[in-house]
């Protein structure tokens, strides 16, 4: 079967290309989805790298309140195997953080508490994703 141009795109001066519409749809793409390029006998396949997730600080908008988010560091995406590992969670979680001046206060009860502190992000948004972030930590010890 031969090989059929269903699409066309054009690159920018930023070396950026918009996906067609079409394309999207067809893989099921999301806004923060991380896409991989592969070489595969001389031609160039692009996918969904199905090894990320939405952000879910910033819902893939890389943003929160117009500053980066300091969750997934402005990539709209975050690796599922940080996910699923409590240690590299809360890990990634305090590195990104002190990077983008945002404190944690951590206190243990019965299962770990999390409180965020910033100047940059507004005190709504950081309760948000107070509340997610001990959402994925339960989740993460039921398994």
Request: proline residues 1%.
């Amino acid at each position: 079967m031969k090989n059929k141009l269903l699409f066309k795109a054009t690159v920018t001066g930023k070396r950026q290309v918009t996906i067609p519409k079409e394309v999207y749809d067809l893989l099921n793409i999301e806004i923060g989805n991380q896409v991989v390029f592969k070489e595969d006998d001389g031609k160039i396949v692009f996918e969904v790298d199905r090894e990320y997730e939405t952000c879910f600080a910033c819902n893939g908008n890389r943003e929160i309140d117009g500053n980066e988010c300091f969750i997934c560091m402005g990539n709209g995406g975050i690796s599922k195997d940080l996910i699923s590992d409590p240690y590299k969670f809360i890990g990634m979680i305090s590195i990104y953080a002190s990077k983008y001046m945002v404190k944690i206060d951590y206190k243990h009860e019965d299962v770990l508490l999390i409180k965020l502190k910033s100047l940059n992000y507004s005190e709504s948004s950081l309760i948000s994703i107070e509340r997610k972030i001990q959402e994925i930590i339960k989740q993460i010890n039921l398994r």
